[in-house]
């Protein structure tokens, strides 16, 4: 047995030659793990776990593991904040052993026994033994939409998970609002490289988005959802929701990046003045009549955005729709915040809000009626999206 590893490295020499490749070269790209070679191990609110391992080698020194790196730091606003390191670091090769610089840690992890590479297959072994059997993945992107506004958004969990939302675009504009258990609270805007958004729509393309289901859900509570609204050529081409991580690899892989997009940039705070109280609203609805149309966190976000860049205008709306809106009741209040956790006993209220659509009229205590043009029918265009049920026992 002690001459097993001499006896493993003959073994990927030999198949080194053959391919006549080092192995840093024959790993560049990407290796999905043949998924019924892992156990799968208990949810972590930080961890993708229950998943395969990938790997996406980008070249000799550098590896995208998809697992998420995070520095714990303390916050103004809660006890702490994950501040996400991101997923891409340096590895190497010694022997053979495959290891991985630890971000969080700043250490070279213990690293892997290198068994096998090849074109096409490679193989592992952990610290237990366990065989890990990889397969080589080409991404094909040929078809994917041209995606040209992202918004999304996170619930928040019963616990200190962020509460975010975020919106950019092909531009490279960024729109953020942080609601709590993060250093960045209030509306923000920035602007990130056209490249940035470019590797980012990538990332979700590698999903195939247009395919997704609308929602996929794990079967425990107390977790966060995160929302993800697609736009094309200005209509919704998906919006998913995704509770507990439970959607496929590449849509998590693709929102993980953007949900921690804002803490590595120079974002300038809105003036306050211009965005009043009546439209930082959470969950919208539509209501016709008897039926009523539920707008996801994301959704409701990119509605805000557009009434935010809208213009005000004279006529009050025509009322062929009433827009109502629920606040976020996800989070945990933390103990100082008891009396008034949601700021409903001191905010002014929205009495009503009428629409056709592309105006919007909002009827506010205290103040006189406001009327807000978004330049296009947001219901007509997205109506493909925004099913109506009829209103239950709670509505």
């Not at 043949?34 to 550098?62: A, C, H, L, W």
């Not at 953020?176 to 056209?194: L, M, V």
């Not at 729709?321 to 002014?348: A, C, M, Q, S």
């Amino acid at each position: 047995m002690k001459n097993l590893p001499w006896i493993y490295s003959i073994l990927l020499l030999a198949t080194l030659s053959c391919d006549r490749q080092s192995p840093g070269q024959l790993l560049i790209g990407n290796w999905k793990m043949v998924i019924d070679t892992v156990e799968q191990s208990p949810p972590s609110p930080f961890g993708i776990q229950g998943r395969g391992i990938t790997y996406e080698f980008i070249n000799d020194s550098i590896v995208d593991t998809k697992k998420r790196y995070y520095k714990i730091k303390r916050s103004a606003t809660r006890d702490r904040e994950y501040k996400f390191l991101g997923t891409t670091t340096k590895y190497k090769i010694e022997g053979d052993s495959l290891k991985f610089f630890n971000l969080t840690d700043s250490i070279w992890e213990r690293g892997k026994h290198l068994k096998k590479v090849t074109g096409d297959s490679l193989i592992l072994v952990n610290a237990e033994g366990k065989e890990l059997i990889f397969l080589r993945h080409v991404y094909k992107q040929e078809n994917s939409v041209n995606i040209d506004v992202i918004a999304l958004s996170s619930s928040g969990c019963f616990g200190t998970c962020p509460i975010t939302n975020i919106i950019i675009d092909s531009t490279g504009s960024v729109t953020f609002y942080g609601e709590r258990y993060i250093s960045k609270i209030g509306f923000f805007e920035g602007q990130i490289p056209k490249w940035r958004f470019e590797r980012i729509r990538s990332e979700f393309n590698q999903a195939d988005i247009e395919k997704l289901e609308k929602g996929y859900s794990v079967d425990w509570t107390d977790d966060e959802t995160i929302s993800t609204t697609f736009i094309s050529k200005g209509e919704i081409v998906n919006s998913i929701e995704d509770y507990g991580e439970a959607g496929p690899d590449e849509l998590v892989w693709g929102y993980t990046s953007l949900r921690y997009l804002f803490q590595d940039l120079e974002l300038k705070e809105l003036d306050s003045t211009k965005v009043p109280f009546y439209l930082d609203l959470h969950y919208f609805r539509i209501e016709k009549g008897e039926e009523i149309c539920d707008l996801t966190q994301s959704e409701s976000f990119l509605l805000w955005n557009y009434l935010r860049r809208g213009t005000l205008v004279q006529p009050s709306a025509p009322s062929k729709y009433r827009l109502g809106f629920v606040r976020n009741y996800t989070w945990f209040p933390h103990f100082d915040e008891i009396e008034d956790p949601y700021k409903e006993n001191t905010e002014e209220k929205v009495k009503a809000i009428t629409t056709d659509g592309q105006f919007f009229t909002f009827n506010i205590t205290g103040q006189k009626t406001i009327t807000i043009d978004i330049g296009f029918n947001f219901f007509d265009i997205n109506q493909k999206f925004l099913s109506f049920r009829e209103k239950g026992e709670f509505d």
